[in-house]
């Protein structure tokens, strides 16, 4: 039974070609008897969707595996890594989310991580965010703050539940 | 079989005095032990004695003794015991304080001479004086203590504030005279740094709205300086608009924001930037002289960079991050605090002069980011003041192009309207009709007309365009055409706003930029496709060119966008 995985999906669209901010959520062992918890914030515009990019986090392909990449030189161990949960949220079906230079869906990434470490350092969540992001001026426009308010929003809740269970 | 090691007190004490301390960082470090003890008052004194003639007949002060006396919780025998230990007990440090290693005193102390003594009285009311004389080490660790005389007692009571009242006072003699810096340069180094570097603490008021802490540096009371000079930011229009900042007041690059430190995600920090003003903005302003304004906000090489704060006490001047902040002159403005609290020593590897701490992985890669937007909006601020400064004495390269294109465009303008006026009837119907409607599809707002009418700005950088278009032209309501260009699209943020400094190329590329417009309308306005299809396709196009270019500047390694 240990080396089963389960994976339950709550909708079919998160494997469809649409513009996605989503998190993951892993532990991490740093020793033989304790784990830390990492989450990790992106955006995709994959072929295959979330779920698509979600593969290629968790595959051992160095070219696109960012999160076990991320996972190694922040923890400095290997990749064994547990207990996995994901989120996926699809942005606004807006032309500048479509595209396909990512500076917009990167300026909404780069508001949802900020607005994700404040809250997990002010109410001490013991959860680190290993993900890298870039600014740009996009951030400024209210309707992408307005998508990386509502985003962000879900990605704690999503934390929470997870910490509660 | 196990056997005891040996070691020698004199030759240890004299290896402390060299980890890295200057008279300033020595003497302030003492001031740490004075706030760790709940001082309200601390004086700093440099004591001055004659140097005998040697032949010239001119006698020299040299410096006799440093002493640092405050009115803090002061030491019994157990306290004192505690602080001339090599490593001292962790259990006498209290939250929040400024000690690490149990080293500080004694490392400092050896740094400045040979003898320290310390009087203090604990709460047990008893003044004692304990004496470590490096001239007295031999094979044993040894130091003298015994109660205070008359004399001593005195001395302490004038600076505790009341006889009998709990305090310390550090003396530190046979100086190490053949390095010292003179006293007036250490005097004006500690007036100058300890502002800065106990700011918090100077800076907080008791719960009756006294200042909590005083410091004194030979009875000069030391002023609270913040180096971000956060207080003068205005509450209405506090944060820093990089593309039109007129370089005269201080603003936010970045408010207050945590970062993690630790790979548990328990142990935070907070960081923030702020855009100093440009002096030669604030010079031209006539408010004070540039040389003025440089020192007041302590702009020049040494000073740039970020603060670093532990338990609100300064550990690194103007720290450049691990390199993340690089050497520009361009940064002068630019400055940063980090604000840590002692849970995070060992995860940040603070050493034991704790001036210097090495960032773990997890915080780099949480400040990487938010340092470096704030060093390119820092940049781009500076150029903007600069720019803006330009424009009032007539050196603008920006302005000097649009007058050139202005001009050459009337003309054209004036052309085309003469031409459509002595048009055949159906002709001139037609060019009517497609100029009306290339004006109803694009018009340019009010404040684009008058930025065209004041400084006959053809091309007009705006904060963004839709779907990441690098251009987009606009015409005025009689005809005038204009260029917008998006100042948030990755070649201008990357490639075109790193080389500002070249005027030729600045004008070259505003002029390629008209150039794509003006191509664009005389498609519309007297080309033999359909008005409307023609501004589908180059809508289409637009977008195509920003989103490719911004695809490709992101895949190559230029030297402009790297900094390399």
């Known amino acids: ?165 | 079989m196990k056997k005891s090691g040996s070691w020698n007190p004199a030759r240890v004490f004299d290896a402390l005095g060299r980890i890295g301390y200057n008279p300033v960082s020595a003497l302030l470090d003492m001031c740490d032990n004075s706030v760790s003890a709940d001082a309200t008052k601390v004086r700093i004194s440099i004591n001055l004695a004659p140097k005998p003639s040697n032949g010239s007949g001119k006698t020299k002060a040299i410096i006799d003794s440093f002493q640092v006396a405050d009115n803090g919780k002061g030491m019994d025998e157990e306290g004192l015991h505690n602080a001339l230990t090599f490593g001292s007990s962790e259990s006498f440090y209290t939250e929040g304080t400024l000690s690490k290693f149990g080293l500080g005193l004694k490392s400092a102390a050896s740094s400045l001479g040979r003898k320290l003594e310390i009087i203090s009285r604990g709460n047990d009311g008893i003044t004692r004086i304990a004496t470590l004389d490096r001239d007295q080490l031999m094979q044993d660790y040894e130091y003298e203590l015994r109660e205070a005389n008359d004399g001593e007692k005195s001395l302490l009571d004038q600076h505790a504030g009341s006889a009998g009242h709990t305090g310390t006072i550090i003396q530190i003699s046979k100086i190490r005279l053949e390095s010292m810096p003179s006293p007036t340069e250490i005097k004006n180094r500690l007036n100058a740094r300890a502002g800065v570097i106990f700011f918090f603490h100077l800076h907080k008021n008791d719960t009756d709205g006294k200042q909590a802490l005083q410091i004194f540096v030979d009875d000069e009371p030391v002023k609270p300086i913040d180096p971000l000079f956060r207080a003068e930011i205005s509450k209405d229009d506090d944060e820093l608009d990089e593309a039109s900042w007129d370089g005269l007041s201080v603003k936010w690059i970045l408010k207050p924001q945590s970062i993690q430190l630790d790979n548990e995600g328990s142990i935070s920090g907070t960081v923030s930037v702020v855009q100093l003003p440009h002096p030669p903005s604030v010079a031209n302003s006539g408010s004070m002289t540039q040389a003025a304004c440089r020192e007041k906000y302590m702009i020049g090489a040494g000073n740039y960079g970020v603060y670093i704060y532990r338990n609100g006490r300064l550990i690194s001047w103007a720290d450049n991050l691990d390199g993340m902040i690089n050497q520009d002159q361009d940064l002068y403005s630019f400055r940063g605090s980090l604000e840590l609290k002692s849970d995070s020593d060992d995860i940040l590897n603070l050493d034991v002069t704790k001036s210097r701490i090495h960032l773990s992985e997890i915080a780099k890669s949480q400040l990487t980011a938010k340092i470096s937007e704030a060093k390119k909006n820092s940049i781009k601020a500076w150029d903007a003041a600069k720019t803006c400064l330009n424009r009032k004495l007539g050196e603008e390269p920006r302005d000097t192009i649009n007058e050139q294109i202005d001009s050459v465009r009337k003309i054209i303008e004036n052309d085309e309207k003469l031409d459509e006026k002595v048009a055949p009837p159906e002709e001139k119907k037609k060019l009517e009709k497609r100029r009306i409607q290339a004006i109803e599809t694009t018009p340019a707002t009010p404040e684009e007309e008058s930025k065209l009418r004041e400084r006959a700005e053809r091309v007009q950088y705006v904060d963004s365009l839709p779907d990441n278009q690098l251009w987009q032209r606009a015409l005025a309501a009689d005809g005038s055409l204009i260029v917008r260009v998006n100042r948030s699209h990755r070649m201008i943020r990357d490639v075109v706003d790193v080389l500002h400094s070249n005027k030729q190329l600045v004008m070259t590329l505003d002029l390629f930029m008209f150039s794509l417009a003006s191509a664009e309308y005389k498609l519309v306005y007297n080309g033999s496709y359909e008005e409307r299809i023609i501004e589908k396709i180059m809508e289409s196009f637009r977008g195509q060119v920003g989103d490719e270019l911004s695809n490709v500047l992101r895949k190559m390694d230029l030297p402009v966008i790297t900094g390399s």
């Open chain 1, 1 to 165: 039974m240990a080396r089963t995985s389960y994976a339950t999906i709550s909708r079919s669209d998160i494997a469809e070609r649409h513009a996605f901010l989503y998190c993951i959520h892993a532990l991490v062992p740093t020793d033989i008897k304790s784990t830390s918890k990492a989450i990790y914030i992106g955006q995709t515009r994959n072929r295959f969707g979330a779920i698509g990019r979600l593969t290629q986090h968790l595959s051992n392909d160095d070219t696109c595996n960012t999160f076990k990449q991320r996972v190694r030189a922040i923890f400095n161990i290997g990749e064994k890594l547990t207990d996995i949960s994901f989120i996926a949220c699809p942005l606004s079906p807006l032309k500048s989310f479509l595209v396909d230079s990512p500076d917009y869906r990167e300026a909404v990434e780069a508001l949802v991580q900020d607005k994700v470490i404040q809250s997990i350092v002010k109410q001490n969540l013991k959860v680190v965010v290993v993900s890298r992001i870039s600014y740009n001026s996009y951030t400024r426009e209210r309707f992408i703050q307005e998508e990386a308010d509502a985003i962000s929003r879900d990605i704690l809740t999503w934390i929470h539940n997870i910490g509660s269970n």
